[in-house]
Structure formats: C-alpha cells, structure tokens
C-alpha cells in the first residue's frame, strides 16, 4: 500500500470515529458557553440516520483537524453530551470501528472503561479571561448603559455593562457582560448571575446578567444627551416624550444650593406642571419627602457629601451618587426629576436595604427615610434622646383632650415628652414629628394646627430655662405643676426660681407636688444675672400629608416667617392609561402663610365647621398632616 493510500486510509479510520458517535451529536445545539468555538471548528459531517459515513460525503479540498477535541466543540458540559464517547475520548482510547458499521450493530459486550475523574477534565479559570475597560472603537465603557439587540427576546434589552473582555479560543471576539434592568424579556434568553461558562466575571442577581457579542450592543437612546442639531437626538427626544412627557433630564455633577426664593412672584415662575419630582407606581410617599427634604433648604446635604467610611456598605457612593447627581442636583437646577432617575434609587434601596416592596407598593414616609438614613447611607440619628435610644423622628403620644378642637403641633408636642418623662440631650438640626394618627384613616384629631415655629426649650436636658413666674434663671423643675397656670399652659410653667417654688408650692393645692433640681452649666451661671435667658426654637418648613393612600407636601421655599409656601403633588394629572405617565405640579399658597397663624388658623376653623366646605389646601393642611418637619438653621451649619 501506497503512502497516499495509507493516508486516506488512516483518514477514512478517524472520521469513522467520530462518525461512530456522530448520530447521537447531531441532536445537540452547540450552548451558548461554546458558541465561539464553532467559528474554529465547524461540522463537517453531514446528518446520516443511519450513521454511516460515506466516502462522498467528505469534501477532500476542506482542510480537517483531524485531532479534535470534543471539548471545544461541546462546551465544558461535553461529557454530558457525548454519553460514551466522552469515556473513550477522554481516555484517549484508539479502539478502531469499521467503517459501515451503524450504532445498533455496535458489539453486545463493550469493553469495560476506566473510571474517569473530574480532575482530568479541562476547566476554564477567570485568568483565561482578557478583560478590557471599553469596547474597542466605541464611547462604551463599564457602566454605560447600554440597549442590546437580542433574537431571543421580544423587544431590546436595556442595561449596564458589568464586564467587556476577550474570553478563551477567541482572540478578536469581544464579549460583553450586562446586568439587565427588566427580567420580563429574558425568557427566551440564556441568563446567570455574573458567570460565563461557570466563570464569574461580575456579580449580579440570578436571572439578570446576559453575554452578547460587542456589536449587539448600542448606547441606551433613553438617556442619550439631546442634541437639536442632529436628527438621531430627535428620535431620542420623541422617545423620551413618549415614554415620559419631557426629553431632557440630564445628570448633574458637583454642588448645588437649594433654591433661594425670596418671594411669591419668584416662587410662581418656578411653580406649574412638570415641575418637581414625577411619580411612577406607587413613589408619592417618596416623591413627597424627597421634595421637602431638598428643595429649598440644606439641612440633609450633609449625606450628599460625607465620603465613604470603613463602616458604610459597598454600595455606599453608588446610592450616594444617584441621590444627588440624578435627583437632588437637577430637582435644584431645573426643577424637574424625571420618574426613571427616581426608579434608581428605588431599585438600590429595595436591594441594599430590609425594606421590601420599595419599587412598587404603596409605603409610608418612615419606611423610606429608615432604608435611606438608617441601613444604607448610615446618617447619624438626628434625635438623641435621655433615655439612651437615637432616633431619625418622633412619633406623637397623647391621651386625647376633647377640650381641644384645633390643637397646635406645640401643644401636642409638649404633652407627649411629659407623659413620656423624657429630654434630648441636644437641640436637633433636624426635627421629624408624627402626627397622631394610626394607619391611613384613623385621626385622633381632625384638624391639627402645623406650628409654624417649634419651642423646644423646655425639652432640652441640662438647658438653662427661664422661671415660669418671674423671668429669672430656674433651678428647679416641677411636672406636676403642667398645666397649673393658665389654660393650655405647658412645659414652660413647669420651671421656678428657688423664691418662686417656694411661694407656689405654699398653696394647698401643691403641698405634695414633687420638684427636682435642673442641672445648669456653670459658664451659664455666672453669666445668668446679667442676661436674658434665651429659648430655643425650631422653623417649620415642611408638611407632608396624606389622603386616601396618596402622600402630599407643603414645602416652605426659605426662611423666616414671610417666606412664601407651595404645594407639591408627583402625580397631579396623568397622560395615557396603563402605558402613560403622571405630571407633577407645584402649585404657589400665598394664602397658606396666614393660615398657619393662631388668628388665621382660629377663624378658619370657626367659620368653616364642615370640612367639606374648606378651601382645598387649607382642608389639606389642617386636616390631612402627617409629618410635620422642623429645622435649626443656627444648628444645621454645624451638621
């Protein structure tokens, strides 16, 4: 025999091999981790039922790689799929078929195999991987949100790149990991956590990372910049409108100052529709307190800019970042945050913090501002109270006086901390109340007045506090005296002088009550004969309401007491049913100012008995509150 015939020969004897096996492999689809091999190895063997190779079947001009491995052909699951062929292979068996022999005339007692152990099978480690930082040729880079054209998928998929990188066998090819924003399209569409090939490249929840090639991946036109001159911004404008109602909402980097509105004429030309913050499923509890928080005022700032500690979450400056440079920054600068700059946050909060159900359930002020402050940006508690405990707000505890038909915010604050037997330990930058009320529907009171300056003097532990009788500094603190001197007197007739407590506890009536000793700085004492002891007060500059599950606010646009006021709602009209979009509206209260006043509040509530009949923010405000927030403008430059 030839040297040409003993080739062709060995050759016939080979692809006999994997013909020998070839029936059951044509049955398979080559998986999605070994996609790329076949561009290296693609089959050459036509589909025979009855698994027999003929001679002119083979193309003799095609150069074959006659050593294959399965492996590269199959993926590293091939053992799997090639039942026992991988045992032959793997062993590197050369046990000759002869040709024309078919799968069902295979001998009856087959040789028995040695056992083949996991080690021996080729693994894929992360160092095979050839990560890159963009993608070649492109503005694309890791963390660009990206739309994907996939065929297994009803529609586009929208993301963020986690990973770009070269993987094994594939020197040109680039891969490109993407934590998807929408699990409803993947269903047809091969998913993991992070991995690829079982190599984990990034880390994401399961069913929401998919690898496409680099040229399936095009910049998200949802948050392309707008640009008039060119019509592929156009398209991106139209898109935008459709989906929302404004095209623009850009991020905005660096430091921004709250708003300064100096009166009602500037605050009206900020006022109308898409202004604010949009509401989408469920977010006015979060619309709301947002708005009130930073609109106009900078007692929060300080958790827009404290950088990251040992002690904070990985996720820290991620949260951080989308708070002030997507919500905060643009709210100030344009006066618009649009719902899909909001739903970021949302989604963070829902994942980094024990408070399910933020991205679409109805939930309250408190459950937000605790996932925010509390577990994730780990805000110092702005309430530290004497019994030892910290918090971020304070919930009202009063027995009901049926006496009272319009009771202020201040009265019920006082008969809460003296019932309670507590002080703080330090005037508060910020200060948080809840009214007192149960759920959404039950009110203790029906109309409650919003004081518009907070007296917190009298709560303060080793402050120094004036006698309630004659002016001078008190040393001494009576609670059973509350309420003793006049009606509807509070903590501030509860404080004497020694010569006053004497005199007027010589009464009968008080014999038994029992005072103790106010502990005074002694700087302060020293000083006290020759000053006026001062009181501590608190600015009220916002009030958020609820009615019927749907969370409002009044938001005060400065300070001082003639600062103008405005009404906020994140979902004051709607465009389009199911797939439309809500409008937020600010709306100018010139007249809330009066109405937050004792004169204003009492004939209000005198001349309207109904509350039908009430003007509609004046119904909202006095009947609707739900927390009522305070600030120390002397204090905050201190936080």
Not at 187 to 199: A, E, I, P, Q, W
Not at 523 to 536: E, K, S, Y
Not at 566 to 591: H, L, W
């Given at each position: 025999?030839?040297?040409?015939?003993?080739?062709?020969?060995?050759?016939?004897?080979?692809?006999?091999?994997?013909?020998?096996?070839?029936?059951?492999?044509?049955?398979?689809?080559?998986?999605?981790?070994?996609?790329?091999?076949?561009?290296?190895?693609?089959?050459?063997?036509?589909?025979?039922?009855?698994?027999?190779?003929?001679?002119?079947?083979?193309?003799?001009?095609?150069?074959?790689?006659?050593?294959?491995?399965?492996?590269?052909?199959?993926?590293?699951?091939?053992?799997?799929?090639?039942?026992?062929?991988?045992?032959?292979?793997?062993?590197?068996?050369?046990?000759?078929?002869?040709?024309?022999?078919?799968?069902?005339?295979?001998?009856?007692?087959?040789?028995?195999?040695?056992?083949?152990?996991?080690?021996?099978?080729?693994?894929?480690?992360?160092?095979?991987?050839?990560?890159?930082?963009?993608?070649?040729?492109?503005?694309?880079?890791?963390?660009?949100?990206?739309?994907?054209?996939?065929?297994?998928?009803?529609?586009?998929?929208?993301?963020?790149?986690?990973?770009?990188?070269?993987?094994?066998?594939?020197?040109?090819?680039?891969?490109?990991?993407?934590?998807?924003?929408?699990?409803?399209?993947?269903?047809?569409?091969?998913?993991?956590?992070?991995?690829?090939?079982?190599?984990?490249?990034?880390?994401?929840?399961?069913?929401?990372?998919v690898f496409v090639p680099a040229n399936r991946c095009t910049a998200d036109r949802r948050f392309a910049?707008?640009?008039?001159?060119?019509?592929?911004?156009?398209?991106?404008?139209?898109?935008?409108?459709?989906?929302?109602?404004?095209?623009?909402c850009p991020a905005i980097y660096g430091s921004v100052p709250p708003l300064e509105i100096h009166n009602?004429?500037?605050?009206?030309?900020?006022?109308?529709?898409?202004?604010?913050?949009?509401?989408?499923?469920?977010?006015?509890?979060?619309?709301?307190?947002?708005?009130?928080?930073?609109?106009?005022?900078?007692?929060?700032?300080?958790?827009?800019?404290?950088?990251?500690?040992?002690?904070?979450?990985?996720?820290?400056?991620?949260?951080?970042?989308?708070?002030?440079?997507?919500?905060?920054?643009?709210?100030?600068?344009?006066?618009?945050?649009?719902?899909?700059?909001?739903?970021?946050?949302?989604?963070?909060?829902?994942?980094?913090?024990?408070?399910?159900?933020?991205?679409?359930?109805?939930?309250?002020?408190?459950?937000?501002?605790?996932?925010?402050?509390?577990?994730?940006?780990?805000?110092?508690?702005?309430?530290?109270?004497?019994?030892?405990?910290?918090?971020?707000?304070?919930?009202?505890?009063?027995?009901?006086?049926?006496?009272?038909?319009?009771?202020?915010?201040?009265?019920?604050?006082?008969?809460?901390?003296?019932?309670?037997?507590?002080?703080?330990?330090?005037?508060?930058?910020?200060?948080?109340?809840?009214?007192?009320?149960?759920?959404?529907?039950?009110?203790?009171?029906?109309?409650?007045?919003?004081?518009?300056?907070?007296?917190?003097?009298?709560?303060?532990?080793?402050?120094?506090?004036?006698?309630?009788?004659?002016?001078?500094?008190?040393?001494?603190?009576?609670?059973?005296?509350?309420?003793?001197?006049?009606?509807?007197?509070?903590?501030?007739?509860?404080?004497?002088?020694?010569?006053?407590?004497?005199?007027?506890?010589?009464?009968?009536?008080?014999?038994?009550?029992?005072?103790?000793?106010?502990?005074?700085?002694?700087?302060?004492?020293?000083?006290?004969?020759?000053?006026?002891?001062?009181?501590?007060?608190?600015?009220?500059?916002?009030?958020?309401?609820?009615?019927?599950?749907?969370?409002?606010?009044?938001?005060?646009?400065?300070?001082?007491?003639?600062?103008?006021?405005?009404?906020?709602?994140?979902?004051?009209?709607?465009?389009?049913?199911?797939?439309?979009?809500?409008?937020?509206?600010?709306?100018?209260?010139?007249?809330?100012?009066?109405?937050?006043?004792?004169?204003?509040?009492?004939?209000?509530?005198?001349?309207?008995?109904?509350?039908?009949?009430?003007?509609?923010?004046?119904?909202?405000?006095?009947?609707?509150?739900?927390?009522?927030?305070?600030?120390?403008?002397?204090?905050?430059?201190?936080?």
């Open positions: 025999m030839n040297a040409k015939s003993e080739n062709e020969a060995e050759k016939e004897k080979k692809l006999t091999i994997t013909n020998r096996f070839g029936d059951s492999l044509e049955n398979y689809e080559l998986s999605n981790e070994s996609e790329h091999m076949a561009h290296a190895y693609p089959k050459k063997i036509p589909n025979r039922k009855n698994g027999i190779l003929k001679n002119n079947d083979v193309n003799h001009d095609t150069a074959y790689h006659e050593d294959v491995d399965l492996a590269d052909i199959l993926g590293t699951n091939w053992p799997k799929r090639a039942g026992a062929a991988a045992m032959i292979l793997n062993n590197k068996s050369k046990t000759s078929i002869e040709p024309g022999i078919c799968e069902d005339m295979k001998p009856a007692s087959p040789p028995t195999l040695p056992k083949v152990e996991p080690e021996e099978i080729p693994r894929i480690t992360v160092a095979d991987y050839q990560p890159l930082i963009e993608i070649p040729g492109t503005d694309l880079a890791i963390g660009s949100l990206v739309e994907v054209s996939s065929p297994g998928a009803n529609e586009d998929l929208y993301g963020v790149i986690r990973w770009i990188g070269i993987p094994p066998g594939i020197q040109k090819n680039v891969l490109v990991g993407i934590e998807v924003e929408d699990e409803s399209n993947l269903k047809n569409v091969l998913t993991s956590d992070g991995r690829h090939n079982g190599v984990r490249l990034f880390t994401c929840h399961e069913g929401r990372a910049d707008v640009d008039n001159t060119s019509m592929a911004a156009n398209r991106v404008s139209n898109n935008q409108v459709k989906k929302f109602g404004v095209a623009e009602s004429e500037e605050l009206a030309s900020i006022c109308g529709k898409f202004k604010g913050i949009q509401g989408h499923h469920n977010s006015c509890y979060l619309d709301a307190t947002l708005f009130s928080m930073f609109t106009f005022t900078s007692v929060f700032d300080s958790i827009l800019y404290r950088h990251p500690g040992a002690q904070d979450i990985r996720n820290y400056s991620e949260v951080q970042k989308v708070l002030r440079d997507e919500i905060v920054n643009p709210l100030r600068k344009n006066v618009f945050v649009r719902s899909d700059r909001v739903m970021k946050l949302r989604e963070l909060l829902d994942q980094l913090s024990s408070v399910s159900g933020l991205t679409c359930e109805e939930k309250d002020p408190e459950e937000f501002l605790n996932s925010l402050l509390s577990q994730i940006m780990r805000v110092e508690p702005f309430l530290k109270l004497s019994s030892g405990q910290d918090s971020y707000f304070y919930q009202l505890f009063v027995e009901k006086d049926d006496k009272l038909t319009l009771p202020s915010v201040q009265q019920l604050f006082e008969q809460s901390f003296h019932s309670s037997d507590i002080k703080l330990k330090e005037v508060p930058s910020c200060f948080i109340i809840q009214m007192p009320r149960f759920g959404k529907n039950f009110k203790m009171y029906p109309r409650i007045l919003p004081s518009q300056v907070l007296d917190v003097t009298d709560i303060i532990e080793n402050s120094p506090r004036q006698c309630s009788l004659c002016g001078k500094l008190a040393e001494f603190e009576c609670r059973d005296c509350f309420g003793s001197l006049q009606a509807g007197s509070g903590l501030e007739c509860t404080a004497f002088c020694p010569k006053c407590l004497k005199t007027f506890h010589s009464h009968s009536k008080r014999s038994n009550h029992v005072s103790k000793k106010i502990s005074i700085p002694k700087d302060f004492r020293i000083m006290a004969d020759h000053m006026v002891v001062p009181r501590l007060y608190m600015e009220l500059f916002a009030v958020v309401c609820i009615e019927t599950s749907h969370y409002v606010a009044f938001v005060k646009s400065g300070s001082g007491p003639d600062a103008p006021w405005c009404f906020f709602d994140s979902m004051a009209d709607r465009k389009g049913e199911q797939n439309g979009y809500n409008i937020p509206e600010i709306t100018c209260v010139p007249e809330l100012t009066q109405w937050l006043t004792d004169e204003g509040a009492r004939s209000i509530n005198e001349t309207s008995t109904n509350d039908k009949v009430l003007p509609e923010h004046a119904k909202r405000i006095f009947c609707d509150a739900y927390m009522c927030l305070y600030q120390s403008t002397d204090i905050m430059m201190y936080h």
